[in-house]
């Protein structure tokens, strides 16, 4: 069964970086496509980033765009997601999802019943 752990999360300052990774043990990486999604303080849960079984394909959510960079090394079993320039609003707790397949329509990736598989969190919080 594919377990996924992630970690990096914690107290920033605006304007500061963090970088998350989520890590798996004992899976054929490869075989997941990767998702990283968040839940801030009272909302429901929102796609943040998305990158495919190898890598070579991402997607991003309009407000992740040219501030986060999702990768993955799948030798290490392990997508990071860098996080720069961070604000307030993206106080959450960040989530990694594994996808062994997806629907094929363009947005699949976006949504969360898509993925098989979901770590326990990481608590992100920008705060002066």
């Known amino acids: 069964q594919v377990q996924l752990v992630e970690s990096g999360g914690g107290l920033v300052q605006p304007g500061g970086s963090l970088r998350l990774s989520c890590t798996d043990s004992?899976?054929?990486?490869?075989?997941?496509?990767m998702g990283w999604f968040r839940q801030p303080p009272g909302k429901e849960r929102e796609f943040v980033a998305f990158?495919?079984?190898?890598?070579?394909?991402?997607h991003y959510a309009d407000f992740a765009q040219g501030r986060f960079t999702i990768s993955r090394d799948n030798a290490k079993s392990t997508v990071v997601l860098q996080m720069n320039s961070l604000k307030v609003e993206d106080t959450a707790d960040y989530y990694c999802?594994?996808?062994?397949?997806?629907?094929?329509?363009?947005?699949?990736?976006?949504?969360?019943?898509?993925?098989?598989?979901w770590g326990q969190g990481t608590q992100v919080t920008v705060s002066s």
């Open positions: 004992g899976h054929t990486f490869s075989n997941y496509a």
């Open positions: 990158i495919s079984w190898l890598g070579g394909t991402t």
């Open positions: 999802a594994a996808a062994r397949l997806l629907s094929s329509d363009a947005e699949s990736y976006m949504r969360g019943p898509e993925y098989d598989y």
